[in-house]
């Protein structure tokens, strides 16, 4: 049962713009936090943003700070990630991911919901 639905992915110019939307049940994202993951060939799964349940605190990897803005629309069970300034280097295979309120939010293996993944490539 697929919980975690990305879209918004494609192709974009470096300098261009991009909206993710992770669609999410709302038993899953009521109660957690969320946060934007990515994987580049042959590289780790990298944690991108991070915004917790009631989205008072948010974190981003310092690759992407000043821009990428991480949101989230409690009323229909969506988080958001907002991709400016987009350069060559941020080409992956963007997921979403929940955790719970409890762990940290940079502890990976405790987002135990994840979407399928959405491809994002920034190429001229």
């Known amino acids: 049962q697929v919980q975690l639905v990305e879209s918004g992915g494609g192709l974009v110019q470096p300098g261009g713009s991009l909206r993710l939307s992770c669609a999410s049940a709302?038993?899953?994202?009521?109660?957690?936090?969320m946060a934007w993951y990515r994987q580049a060939p042959g590289k780790q799964r990298e944690l991108v943003a991070f915004?917790?349940?009631?989205?008072?605190?948010?974190k981003y990897a310092d690759s992407v700070k000043g821009r990428f803005t991480i949101s989230r629309d409690n009323a229909k069970n969506t988080v958001f990630l907002q991709m400016n300034s987009l350069k060559p280097e941020d080409t992956a295979v963007y997921y979403c991911a929940a955790t719970s309120p409890l762990a940290r939010w940079d502890d990976t293996t405790k987002y135990a919901y994840w979407g399928q993944g959405t491809q994002v490539t920034v190429s001229s």
């Open positions: 915004i917790s349940s009631g989205g008072g605190v948010t």
């Open positions: 709302e038993s899953i994202f009521r109660v957690n936090a």
